[in-house]
């Protein structure tokens, strides 16, 4: 078992066993010790028998587990802080109900090292297979309630009464928490997907497919709309207009914000190389610092955490508040930016202006063997590109983290220069793979 960018993950049951499950916990028990460690899970029907396979395999270890049931995951991560105990999510984050996975936090809440994750992967390597100790953990009641509090308390006491919001719970982990964060603050609610039967999350809803919020914010004349991922842990937006606002959008705004009020680190944010070159261009103009990351949110807070810094994030809607929470968390994001809104009495659409976007291409190329020695094959195409492009965009050729693909991106000013450009690194891979 090999974690990706951000855990395992895979066809449920299949890819990730119950059995994978249990060794892992024992994996985590030998290399974060702890006399306790907390679980939680979206609304996957496989959820809970990973649960019970998790439990099994740290109480082999002498470990104690507590359940938050459904929850975010950032919800887990606040309770693995408050707590200081690891914790393990069971999760396939934005994937279809037929996936799972797991994600584990040391303790403090933080997503693993490079070195934990080696470490866990050599335990594993020594562990045997065996039969799985299924354990019906007990829940940890107030936790979710815990968390709550926290996310209603980040904006200082002030509310968002009367702004008109749709949420879009994508049948995930969010269902109960977001409605209840937002009623709390006085929001004019209008909540979507909020209803997981164990296979319907992600389907056709939530930031999978924005389609149902952005119908609901112009037929509700909504002043914002939120959807988040499967486990929460992301949110994009959608203004009044009915136009998306991403990941590079809302940590724009947020910049901006803080950086005015003096609460922005160095004046720095954090991004990974994915964001676009429109990004970069607003935080110039607003005077504000950049520094790119690999893919991934834990690469983002490894720099905030190195740094001092408070802000980073992900174009995919993973932002990370560094001084609120130790992960990206879509509620606490989602809420700081309908706070930015009501303070500067200033529609969302009109906030993420200050990035123009430059057209962006992204292919994604299914590799049947190693998505990495096809990267360095193609990679005299990949110079040849950028030097075509110079300052006029970007080329970001990767191998997937999570999945069998090679993820193609390019940005340029003129549309049919970013298509050109695309089409020769497309043919190039074809002809490598």
């Keep these: 078992m090999k974690f990706g960018t951000d855990g395992v993950r895979g066809l449920a049951l299949v890819d990730v066993t ?53 929850a975010p995951t950032p919800a887990l991560a606040y309770n693995c802080a408050e707590l200081d105990v ?9 994937n279809p109900w037929h996936d799972n996975g797991l ?11 490079d070195g934990q994750q080696e470490a866990i992967e050599r335990t594993l390597a020594e562990l045997p297979g065996e039969q799985v100790d299924a354990v019906t953990p007990p829940h940890l009641d107030l936790a979710l309630g815990q968390y709550a509090d926290h996310v209603v308390a980040s904006i200082d006491g002030r509310t968002l009464d009367g702004l008109a919001v749709v949420i879009d719970c994508g049948h995930g982990a969010a269902s109960e928490v977001a409605p209840a964060v ?43 709309g939120l959807a988040f991922d499967g486990d929460a842990d992301r949110v994009l937006a959608v203004d009044h207009r009915g136009v998306v606002v991403d990941g590079d959008g809302i940590i724009a705004i947020a910049a901006i914000d ?48 190195r740094n001092g810094w408070s802000l980073g994030g992900e174009q995919s809607g993973h932002v990370i508040f560094r001084d609120l929470a130790t992960t990206g968390d879509g ?41 990495g020695a096809v990267l360095d094959a193609m990679a005299p195409d990949v110079e040849s590109a950028v030097a075509e492009l110079g300052a006029r965009g970007r080329v970001v050729v990767r191998a997937s983290g999570t999945e069998p693909l090679l993820r193609i991106m ?22 490598v793979g």
């Design 331 to 371: 509620l606490l994001t989602g809420v700081q930016m309908l706070d930015i809104m009501g303070r500067r009495a200033t529609s969302l659409a009109d906030l993420a202006s200050v990035v123009e976007r430059v057209p962006q291409l992204l292919e994604n190329l299914y590799v049947a063997g190693d998505a």
């Design 410 to 431: 390019v940005e340029a000013d003129e549309d049919d220069l970013a298509r050109a450009v695309t089409d020769r690194l497309v043919r190039a891979a074809t002809a």
């Design 258 to 305: 803080r950086n005015d009020r003096g609460l922005l680190a160095d004046g720095m944010v954090v991004i990974t190389i994915m964001s676009n070159l429109g990004f970069h261009r607003a935080m110039a103009a607003a005077g504000v610092d950049v520094t790119e990351t690999p893919v991934g949110d834990r690469h983002v807070l490894d720099a905030l955490d």
């Design 18 to 70: 119950l059995v994978d499950a249990h060794r892992l916990a024992r994996a985590v028990a030998q290399v974060l010790p702890s006399t306790e460690v907390l679980i939680a899970r979206d609304t996957r029907e496989s959820g809970p028998a990973y649960a019970d396979a998790l439990t099994g395999g740290f109480a082999r270890a002498g470990v104690s587990v507590a359940d938050l049931g459904v």
């Design 182 to 224: 937002l009623e709390r603050l006085g929001a004019d609610l209008t909540v979507l997907n909020a209803s997981p039967d164990g296979r319907n999350i992600n389907d056709s809803c939530g930031s999978t497919d924005l389609t149902p919020l952005r119908q609901a914010v112009l037929a509700q004349g909504a002043a914002a």
């Design 86 to 94: 690891p914790g393990v999510m069971v999760s396939a984050s934005h």
């Design 103 to 113: 994600k584990v936090f040391s303790a403090g809440g933080r997503k693993l090292s």
